[in-house]
């Protein structure tokens, strides 16, 4: 029977599956243009189940319309995702294979994914409370609470000013709070212009830098490779201040939360206009708000980690990545996106330029540099006359460790407080010790629900496992042999606080990890409480970049060895990046610097080419390495990942996908394998790896391959995942 065509919204929903709902337009409504891009509130699913959606489409179906469900309600009056940044979502969703509905999803911050109402942008602040300005007038005790109840009774400040002005004034507006002192207030967006402090002289290269990037004009990609305190902030800065004076926008990426609050003061400092801030820490609110203004063009400057890329931009001028090399870029989950390449997507539709900036850059925009596809400029001296760090290797085969710290090192690390400055002892395992065994019987503590060794935290008093989450009390003694003799084995970054706290009980020690930045503005708070005299840092990857510490003069590395023999093709690649990374924490300032590599292997080739060549020359032979092997730049992979609660079930379905794969010239289904952790949080997992020499024939075969996995019967039993172009094998 035929039906009379009418007019329907293709709506796309936050479901894992690859197309659009088609709806009927509410009652009385005539669905337009003006509809693509809004948030709407439709039926779906048995009974009253209900979704939030975008409206992707408007058409017309000839379907029976009896057959479809209205639309209940439109939420937005003007579309919220439109232009560039849709099409570049529609990218998105083609290039990683995702449902479209799940990338817009994601594009949203939670407040607008769960269908609220666009927020309010006017600026959250405090302000006095006529109590508190009763008792600011009045004698009382100094402290964090009185300085800041003194700079709201000068003036009204918003959050933002509070950040500049005070870092870490948070607590104390919880006490004045809960004094009814002060309290939390909105101001206006038309905010009066922050103060404004002096660029430095630029150096040549940087100057150098600044210039080509006022020369170019239109999309253009730039690699900013500069060595450690050679000033890229600065270059950043610059070009940050000639978008402002046009009129334009600017989104600068992070990679780390901790990283966005020494941002955020510098960027306000320099440029002297509000600055907003989009990462996970904040709340729902504030990160809608942001992307509000930034999307409405109150916000000349947004600094935010990966989500951030996805800002909508009324005024784009410039995009930043700042340490592009960093892998947290990547989300590891849901859709499997690399927020870098997305930057340059962006980029590229808008037309703009976009900075890829790092000391050590990934092989992959290195590879696009040097082949001439992004402009590739240079900075290869630290800024204000500081000089590289001497770099000494400790060989400690046959030498006694305690705690795994050699005499030599812990006698460097008392040099450098007899100075007065300041130490940084890294070791990227946090946790107490890594696993505990049995020194009679060999017995080690694993978890029982991951292939892993579950890791000794609080002294020894409690097994936790990192992969999974799961908590566990050390036993009285081996369930093997019942020997007391259960040993942690190793050292994480708690024990090497306690053997430091003994060692040098004088001095100030601050440990950064995960478990001591949990709190929000805690990283901050821990740098600061170092202060300018002699401490030590103890501390992991967290401390590895972007941080810039003055009286920091040695950084010792304990744990070079773990990287040297891992069977990740990136390895090397991530073993330097990240050494180069923490030895560019010392002698940042006019204080020499001296960096520790503690080590059993001391004559391992990667430590010897980083030694006498620096990261262009472990970079140039690991793309030698790549481009003989077939491995990225010089290939493209993807990932078909699988997880299920028997390894039989992962097993059926990964040789049935291998099976089904279509054959394509250039294009390899190598066979399917367990994954390197073969079982995580109790469910067996496994994986198929492709490969090309090109994309365009890798994509062509995913998209006839991926509709025949979703019809296979075996795909019902576990739960799978493709990432396209991924950075872990694992």
């Known amino acids: 029977m035929d039906f009379r065509p009418v007019p329907v919204l293709h709506v796309a929903l936050p479901v894992p599956l690859p197309r659009d709902f088609d709806y009927l337009p509410p009652a ?13 509130r439709v039926p779906f699913g048995r009974g009253d189940g209900e979704q939030v959606g975008v409206v992707v489409g408007v058409g017309e179906s000839g379907a029976d319309p009896a057959s479809l469900k209205p639309v209940l309600a439109r939420l937005d009056a003007q579309p919220l995702l439109q232009g560039e940044l849709l099409e570049s979502l529609r990218w998105t969703a083609g290039y990683y294979h995702a449902p479209l509905g799940e990338v817009l999803a994601t594009a949203l911050p939670g407040l607008l994914r769960a269908g609220q109402p666009v927020p309010d942008t006017r600026r959250a602040g405090w302000r006095a409370t006529p109590a508190g300005r009763d008792a600011a007038a009045a004698p009382g005790r100094k402290g964090r609470p009185r300085e800041l109840l003194q700079l709201l009774c000068e003036q009204d400040l918003a959050e933002d000013e509070l950040d500049t002005r005070l870092p870490g004034w948070r607590p104390a507006a919880r006490s004045l709070a809960e004094r009814g002192l002060a309290g939390p207030t909105t101001l206006e967006p038309a905010a009066a212009p922050l103060a404004r402090s002096e660029a430095p002289t630029l150096t040549p290269a940087q100057a ?15 690699l900013l490779e500069g060595v450690t305190g050679s000033g890229k902030t600065e270059v950043y800065l610059q070009a940050i201040a000639d978008c402002l004076a046009a009129g334009r926008q600017a989104l600068v990426l992070v990679p780390e939360i901790g990283l966005t609050p020494q941002a955020l003061g510098r960027f ?41 890329v996805f800002c909508p931009m009324a005024r784009p001028g410039l995009l930043v990545v700042d340490e592009e090399h960093d892998g947290s870029y990547k989300q590891q989950d849901g859709v499997r996106y690399h927020a870098r390449d997305l930057a340059l997507v962006r980029a590229s539709k808008l037309g703009i330029p976009v900075i890829l900036g790092s000391a050590t850059p990934s092989l992959e925009s290195l590879h696009n540099a040097l082949s001439g596809r992004y402009l590739h400029l240079r900075l290869g001296q630290r800024a204000g006359g500081a000089s590289p760090p001497r770099v000494r290797v400790l060989d400690v085969r046959k030498r006694p460790l305690a705690d ?45 629900r991951c292939d892993a060794a579950m890791t000794v935290h609080a002294g020894g008093r409690r097994l936790i496992c990192h992969h999974c989450g799961a908590r566990a009390t050390p036993p009285d003694a081996c369930p093997d042999c019942a020997s007391l003799a259960l040993q942690p084995q190793g050292a994480g970054t708690e024990r090497l606080e306690k053997a430091l706290a003994a060692r040098f ?7 950064v990890d995960r478990e001591t930045t949990r709190r929000r503005d805690a990283l901050g708070q821990h740098l600061a409480s170092l202060g300018d005299g002699p ?127 279509p054959a394509r010239e250039g294009v390899r289904a190598n066979a399917p394998m367990p994954a390197p952790m073969a079982r995580r949080a109790g469910r067996a997992r496994g994986q198929l790896l492709l490969d090309a020499s090109q994309r365009p024939p890798l994509h062509a075969a995913l998209r006839e391959w991926l509709p025949l996995l979703r019809a296979m019967r075996s795909a019902r039993k576990v739960r799978w995942s493709l990432d396209v172009d991924p950075t872990d094998l694992y």
């Open 28 to 40: 009385g409504a005539l669905p337009g243009p003006d509809w693509v891009g809004c948030r709407v």
């Open 208 to 222: 150098e830098a600044v210039a080509a990037l006022r020369g170019s004009s239109g999309f253009q990609p730039v």
């Open 268 to 308: 306000r400092a320099r440029l002297g206009v509000p600055v907003a801030a989009f990462h996970s820490g904040l709340s729902d609110g504030e990160r809608a708000r942001a992307w509000v203004d930034l999307a409405e063009g109150r916000a000349g400057v947004l600094v935010g980690t990966r989500s951030a």
């Open 404 to 448: 795994g710290l050699s005499g030599e090192l812990l006698d460097a690390v008392a040099a450098c407080l007899a100075r007065g400055e300041q130490a940084l002892v890294f070791k990227n395992r946090r946790g107490y010790a890594p696993v505990l065994i049995c020194h009679d019987c060999g017995w080690s503590a694993h978890c029982r």
């Open 505 to 511: 009980p004088g001095a100030t020690l601050v440990r």
């Open 535 to 661: 401490g030590i840092l103890v501390g992991t990857q967290i401390l590895a970049k972007g941080h810039d510490l003055p009286r920091l003069t040695l950084v010792a590395v304990v744990g070079v060895d773990e990287g040297l023999f891992s069977a990740d093709f990136r390895a090397g690649e991530k073993l330097a990046q990240l050494l180069i990374q923490v030895a560019g924490r010392a002698g940042r300032s006019t204080l020499p610097g001296e960096v520790v590599l503690q080590t059993h292997h001391p004559d391992h080739p990667l430590l010897g080419t980083l030694l006498h060549g620096g990261y262009p020359a472990v970079a140039a032979l690991a793309l030698a390495e790549r481009e003989a092997a077939g491995f990225p730049p010089y290939a493209y992979l993807a990932l078909l990942r699988a997880e299920a609660g028997t390894e039989a079930a992962v097993q059926a379905f990964l040789q049935e996908a291998h099976a089904a794969f």
